[in-house]
């Protein structure tokens, strides 16, 4: 039993010594305050592990053709092309919200002129038709 315990001690030692899961030049993060935060520092970490595992020569072939992918020319127009397409979605709800400020301001306008116009604003109904061409709805 003694020399089982004594077997234990010397491993446990050794691994101490030779823990090789930390490495000196580890980035050390300070706590994450969000899961996306969080996620970073992780992507991070794997991206540093992938690197150190490629100058290392351990790499595995899944790895090295992940990161032959990334660097190709299709790579690069595909993450251009997501970029310009955010762009485009970004641009289009700007329109729309502009859009929505557009119809306020007509709506402020329109009340303005028929209360100039003597006509209380409860009674003005604004109902645009069709074949309404006078712009001046009915009341």
């Known amino acids: 039993m003694a020399d089982l315990t004594v077997k234990h001690k010397v491993r446990k030692e050794k691994c101490m010594k030779e823990d090789k899961r930390v490495k000196p030049n580890t980035p050390v993060f300070p706590p994450a305050s969000s899961d996306e935060e969080r996620s970073l520092q992780m992507g991070s970490l794997a991206m540093d592990l992938a690197e150190m595992r490629m100058r290392n020569g351990t790499a595995s072939s899944a790895e090295i053709l992940y990161f032959v992918k990334q660097a190709s020319p299709e790579a690069r127009l595909e993450r251009i092309k997501l970029e310009e397409e955010t762009k485009l979605i970004q641009a ?4 729309i919200e502009r859009s929505r400020n557009t119809e306020e301001l007509y709506a402020q306008a329109i009340a303005a002129f028929q209360e100039y116009r003597g006509i209380e604003a409860e009674e003005f109904e604004y109902d645009y038709e069709e074949g309404d ?3 001046y709805g009915s009341y």
């Open 133 to 135: 061409n006078d712009g």
């Open 92 to 95: 289009r709800v700007a329109d």
